[in-house]
């Protein structure tokens, strides 16, 4: 064998070798994610995250997150109202904050949760007033920037005169959308 070929087959057996850590840490990186996660508050409200994003924005009622560590356009923010009386439906409400937000949705692109989807999360299966509406997909927004957006509402009460609701999306690139977009997820389904 020649000093080519032999640099050739070390280089590919390199490679391989690469991938294959790569497959692992990827395969890990849920558990790893699980792990570490931290609980954060908002309203009465309390769910797991992250310990990689980095709070930008917080208050009691509203708190951002981003990866500080990386250029990924990509952010997170959770915000909780308890004022107000209207009695819009939880569709008519999630309708009127795309809109705020100034996103519509690719009809092909779009995926519209239902109960079936989040029974995951152990706070609906004992609480049936629980109202939620979950919206995802690729997006344009104001009509320039394409995204992708993941927005979820949920009204706590079914009470009509009660417009307290927790409001929950992730914002990002088209590209970047599903590098955090299922950390995002897994804490929607931790909410407690």
Same mark, same amino acid.
């Not at 004022?83 to 999630?94: C, D, V």
């Not at 970047?176 to 955090?180: P, Y």
């Given at each position: 064998?020649?000093?080519?070929?032999?640099?050739?087959?070390?280089?590919?057996?390199?490679?391989?070798?690469?991938?294959?850590?790569?497959?692992? !840490? @990827?395969?890990?990186?849920?558990? =790893? +994610?699980?792990?570490?996660?931290i609980t954060i508050k908002i309203g009465p409200f309390s769910f797991s995250i992250p310990s990689w994003w980095g709070a930008t924005e917080s208050n009691d009622n509203f708190q951002k997150y981003e990866r500080t560590d990386t250029r990924y356009e990509w952010f997170c923010e959770y915000h909780y109202?308890?004022?107000?009386?209207?009695?819009?439906?939880?569709?008519?409400?999630?309708?009127d904050?795309?809109?705020?937000?100034?996103?519509?949705?690719?009809?092909?692109? !779009? @995926?519209?949760?239902?109960?079936? =989807? +989040?029974r995951k999360v152990k706070m609906f299966e004992h609480h049936p007033e629980i109202k939620f509406a979950?919206?995802?997909?690729?997006?344009?927004q104001a009509g320039i920037t394409r995204i992708y957006f993941d927005c979820f509402l949920l009204h706590p009460n079914e009470n009509e005169d009660d417009d307290s609701y927790l409001l929950a999306f992730s914002w990002s690139s088209v590209l970047?959308?599903?590098?955090?977009g299922p950390y995002f997820e897994e804490s929607l389904y931790s909410i407690r």
């Open positions: 064998m020649t000093g080519k070929l032999i640099f050739e087959w070390s280089l590919l057996v390199l490679g391989i070798v690469a991938l294959v850590y790569a497959m692992i !840490v @990827i395969k890990e990186e849920k558990k =790893s +994610f699980l792990e570490n996660a109202n308890e004022t107000g009386k209207n009695k819009r439906s939880i569709e008519q409400h999630i309708g904050i795309l809109e705020e937000k100034k996103i519509e949705f690719d009809q092909d692109g !779009v @995926i519209i949760a239902n109960p079936v =989807s +989040f979950r919206v995802e997909g690729t997006a344009t970047n959308g599903a590098v955090e």
